[in-house]
């Protein structure tokens, strides 16, 4: 098991462009959550999705969207980039019974110019 | 409001010496705390979480609800232990987790 995957590793984008960042959970985890790491920074929650559905949000604009497939795997969409949304975005997974043992992937490095 | 608090940016302190980092939350709720570790060019994972009360690499984390703190300590640091250290407090209703800002431990030979 390779444990939670992302793609790509890193990401240059223009500001107003639109960004996908892409994750595959952890062999039997069904929960996918999704943080920002701005430099210096603790991860800060985005989201979370279970079942195709966003379950939970945090304090994010609308700009940022997410998508969940059957096999569990999981998008991150930011539109309109700004300079801002440059950071470490990380995805995280765990199982519905154990949504506190959360695993990490190594993140996609996003900077917006 | 849910809040956790790493008082120090940076940490250093000579191979063999004890260890502590510090670890504050605010929280209503019944708290469940973790630390997590980054090492160099690794990705995030699990050190340990204050439920399970076990030891991982030498290290331990009491929690003390009436100080509010998580703090994480090795009796004699090892140069493989610098790294990015954070807390974690786990939201139960919201389903995520809150992190520190992180402490960057160096060990020095």
């Known amino acids: 098991d390779a444990g939670v995957t992302q793609s790509p590793t890193h990401l240059i984008k223009t500001r107003g462009q639109q960004v996908t960042l892409r994750c595959s959970p952890k062999s039997g985890h069904d929960t996918v959550s999704w943080y920002q790491q701005a430099l210096g920074q603790g991860p800060q929650f985005i989201f979370q999705?279970?079942?195709?559905?966003?379950?939970q949000r945090g304090n994010f604009p609308d700009r940022f969207s997410g998508h969940q497939f059957p096999n569990y795997s999981s998008e991150l969409n930011v539109n309109a980039l700004l300079l801002g949304d440059s950071a470490l975005y990380l995805c995280?997974?765990?199982?519905?019974?154990?949504?506190?043992?959360?695993?990490f992937g190594p993140g996609t490095r996003l900077t917006v110019t | 409001a849910q809040r956790v608090t790493q008082p120090e940016k940076l940490l250093s302190v000579f191979k063999g010496a004890p260890v502590e980092l510090k670890c504050n939350y605010s929280?209503?709720?019944?708290?469940?705390l973790f630390w997590y570790v980054q090492y160099s060019r690794q990705r995030l994972q699990l050190l340990l979480r204050?439920?399970s009360r076990e030891s991982i690499k030498g290290f331990t984390a009491d929690l003390n609800k009436g100080e509010t703190s998580f703090h994480l300590k090795k009796p004699f640091a090892q140069e493989e232990d610098s790294a990015m250290y954070y807390c974690?407090?786990?939201?139960?209703?919201?389903?995520?987790?809150?992190f520190g800002q992180g402490t960057r431990l160096t060990i020095n030979p």
């Open positions: 204050h439920i």
């Open positions: 929280y209503s709720g019944s708290p469940e």
């Open positions: 999705y279970y079942e195709e559905e966003e379950r």
């Open positions: 995280a997974s765990s199982s519905d019974r154990g949504q506190y043992e959360q695993y």
């Open positions: 974690a407090l786990f939201i139960q209703g919201a389903q995520k987790l809150v």
